[in-house]
């Protein structure tokens, strides 16, 4: 069993700069795909970026350029930096994680990213 607790969301201007942290516990051992989701209000959840533990990092085409996933392994924690906010990009953020090759993710709480002037 993997807990998720995601950090760092708020209130930042158009054109700001967040950084997201995502810190998991539990039986981390074998945490493989770590990532980042967010659900704007009225839509469907969608993916920001995975980190995998062997293979590429994948962003989705709107973040490109602007957003950095990384991950500490060794503190079992995913990060996103977010730089060149839009007001699009306001969203409940969720981390998740999967052990191994599992189809069953576990998720974070979530945290509220608002970007507003």
């Known amino acids: 069993q993997v807990q998720l607790v995601e950090s760092g969301g708020g209130l930042v201007q158009p054109g700001g700069s967040l950084r997201l942290s995502c810190a998991a516990s539990?039986?981390?051992?074998?945490?493989?795909?770590m990532g980042w989701y967010r659900q704007a209000p009225g839509k469907q959840r969608e993916l920001v970026a995975t980190?995998?533990?062997?293979?590429?990092?994948t962003y989705v085409d709107s973040v490109k350029g602007r957003f950095t996933i990384s991950r500490d392994n060794a503190k079992n924690t995913v990060f996103l930096q977010m730089n060149s906010l839009k007001p699009e990009d306001t969203a409940v953020y969720y981390c998740?994680?999967?052990?191994?090759?599992?189809?069953?993710?576990?998720w974070g709480q979530g945290t509220q990213v608002t970007v507003s002037a």
């Open positions: 539990g039986s981390t051992g074998s945490i493989s795909d």
């Open positions: 980190i995998p533990r062997n293979g590429f990092i």
């Open positions: 998740n994680a999967r052990h191994g090759l599992s189809t069953v993710y576990y």
